[in-house]
């Protein structure tokens, strides 16, 4: 399982044109850290997975292997941010 989540952090982060040093730096995670994640020998908990999310614009779900989908809830919780920001 460790490999499939290294291996969408990957994906998602060259998707996203990013280096591991600047996702890094975005996300203020380590880059050993991140590098870690990717080559499979550890995996991120879920506050960790959330912050990668939002850089990458990929739901953490999909990035823990929960779900296929990739872009579902990082979609939803962009459209309830988005409510919740509206002036009344």
Known sequence: ??????????QARKANG????????????????????EQGTRSPGPEEAKILSRELQVAASWLLCLTDDPRG???????????????N
């Open 18 to 37: 990013l280096t591991i040093k600047v996702l890094a730096e975005r996300t203020g995670l380590g880059a050993a850290r991140i590098g870690n994640w």
């Open 73 to 87: 809830e990082f979609m939803k919780n962009q459209i309830i941010e988005l409510n919740h920001a509206k002036p």
């Open 1 to 10: 399982m460790k490999k499939i989540i290294g291996s969408r952090i990957t």
